[in-house]
């Protein structure tokens, strides 16, 4: 039988007297019907102002015969960890419940989206608990309970709260138009480890490296390429990934940004103008195995080819982009290790196309001529492209194929 009407239990806290609540975006998504009951048990129908999915965040309205009680926001950064805190909320349905804790980290990266900057909190956070506040000890509210780290669906002693200073800009616009508007530069990135810092020249391993942009994007009509690394933006340095996220959506549409990046060993300043993001569109088969592959498995373990119809369809290659197919992968190998599987297509070495496998082996052999302890290669996997930093070992020795890759 068809299921029948779902019920979910959330907290919330009214920030305007005129009868404005704030709560998380997950508590009312999908809701037919919202109901705010209050401390006093008096329950009042709600309509959705807004909700932002990516903060986790939302407003309702409730038209109260009366002002009601509010509180005010405070100020997350000046809130240090050890700091006291309280968390309100309705734990398992329980209605009201007051649990106290320390602020345990700041600027905590969950995975949980691409603003992640929550507050991490040992106060106890249950289920129900999501949208409450969490309270300074001067009864400022520094953060919304969001989210907790629990094996057994319990508390546990972690958890998380979107901080005040995310929190009141985003609840101001959805009050304002009902919507965020965030900045767009138009560029998929990664982090930049060690391995890949060394390949690439750099000092340290901070910035955050261009793996794909769109062909139209306020990045590529910067002349932002793939392999660029994007050290700092509007002279602020970017260390994390979220550091540039973050600031990019702060920008407004329209505004022109001084990019730095890193581009074969050099620094490059570009002026992308940003865009606004659109939130709606986010932003093995029977033929015969390939002859011998121009590059064998040698040092690096890989079995490269250049991309032709029989190995499109072999490895369901949907992509049109130039590349070379991995045909095979020695196991224990430097690729094995790296995660390199067949049908995972290379489309650069560093900052150099290619388009057969030979120019891999050159690009191998000029790396350990430059004293290199990796490269550098752009692996592209179904809709997916990153860069894989790939080790470099010695031809020389048992079972090397000498000029091989």
Known sequence: PPPGPQRALGSGFVIDPAGYVVTNSHVVENAGEIIVILQDKTRLPAKLVGRDARTDLALVKVEPSKPMPAVS???????????????IG???????????????????????????????????????????????MAGEVIGVNTAIFSPSGGSVGIGF?????IARDVIAQLRQSGSVERGWLGVQIQPVSPEIAEALGLEADKGALVSALPERSPAADAGIEVGDVILSYEGVEVTELRDLTRAVAKTPAGKTA????????????LNPTIARLDET????????????????????GLALAEITPDLRQRFGIESDD????????????????QGFRPGDVITQIGRQKVTDPHQVADAVREARERNRESILVLRQRDDTSSFVPLPIRPTEGPGATPGRG
């Open 73 to 87: 926001w405070g100020d997350s950064d000046r809130a240090q960890v050890g700091d006291w805190v309280l968390a």
């Open 90 to 136: 309705n734990p398992f349905g329980l209605g009201g419940t007051v649990t106290a804790g320390i602020i345990s980290a700041r600027a905590r990266d969950i995975n949980a989206g691409p603003y992640d900057d929550f507050l991490q909190t040992d106060a106890s956070i249950n289920q129900g608990n999501s949208g409450g506040p969490l309270f300074n």
């Open 161 to 165: 709260a979107v901080p005040s200073a």
């Open 258 to 269: 001084e990019l730095v990046v890193w581009r074969d060993g050099k620094r490059v300043t």
């Open 281 to 300: 569109g986010e932003q093995v088969a029977a033929s015969e195995p390939p002859s011998p592959p121009a590059v064998a498995e040698g040092a690096l």
């Open 322 to 337: 130039p590349g070379v197919v991995v045909a095979g992968v020695r196991e224990g190998s430097p690729a094995d290790r």
